[in-house]
């Protein structure tokens, strides 16, 4: 699992040390390093982050006044040579406390500390399966003046078109007056996923997901910005690793 760190200290040596532990640790990643706070808040908001190495005494705004402007932040990590703040800086939830100068061994120890939370939360967050109510393999529509049977095996996508749908199959397509919601309520959950407002895919008949689209055979569907987090969840539970 790839973490990925900022970086926020205002002394170039403090941060050289860090970039150079993080080289050793094929899982850890620095994302982007800030000289002071204040910048950080734009990293932040263009870049997923999922540990800071926060330093504490810092001009314009201390690390510790910076967190608290945070309404999310990521694990955080002190890294200060002054002890004194080691107490605040707990209660804020960071996860560890690093006073400079501190070891490769020391740096890994709280690695590792911030790599179990993370795991933690993504087995916690991930949608599990979901278990279909279905016993049939297939249910009818009613299309072209007649009602025809349709097996879920066959389907590769279903389309929205307002207040019709269109269900790609194999070797043909439907058009029939029926609702997403309908249709979604039809499905097998465990077989189909909606990505976008405009369609619902069989995960079995998935080519490949690239950026924000997925290939069924020979056609490339969009993934909805509101469906991104959930369905890249979903799929993340599937990824060999």
């Not at 910076?66 to 990590?77: H, M």
């Not at 043909?172 to 895919?201: A, G, Q």
């Amino acid at each position: 699992m790839e973490i990925k760190a900022l970086i926020i200290d205002d002394e170039p040596l403090a941060q050289n040390v860090i970039k150079q532990y993080a080289g050793k640790i094929p899982d850890l990643t620095i994302s982007a390093t800030c000289n002071e706070a204040i910048c950080a808040h734009k990293v932040l908001q263009e870049t997923e982050i999922d540990l800071l190495f926060l330093d504490i005494n810092m001009p314009k705004l201390s690390g510790i006044s910076f967190l608290k402007t945070l309404k999310n932040p990521p694990l955080v990590i002190f890294t200060t040579a002054y002890s004194e703040y080691a107490l605040e800086g707990f209660e804020l939830n960071a996860i560890d406390y690093l006073k400079k100068p501190f070891s490769f061994d020391r740096f890994y120890k709280a690695f590792t500390r911030a790599e179990e939370i993370l795991r933690l939360k993504k087995s916690l967050n991930a949608p599990q399966p979901k278990q279909s109510n279905s016993k049939n393999e297939y249910f009818f529509v009613k299309a072209n003046k007649k009602t025809i049977k349709v097996c879920f095996s066959e389907i590769l996508f279903i389309e929205g078109l307002g207040d019709y749908i269109k269900i790609h199959l194999q070797s043909s397509k439907l058009v029939t007056n029926l609702s997403m919601k309908k249709m979604l309520d039809l499905l097998p959950e465990e077989k189909f996923y909606r990505i976008h407002k405009s369609y619902i895919i069989s995960l079995d008949k998935i080519s490949s997901i690239e950026g924000n689209m997925v290939s069924i055979q020979a056609n490339k569907l969009p993934i909805g910005n509101s469906y991104r987090q959930d369905f890249g969840h979903y799929i993340s539970g599937y990824i060999a690793e």
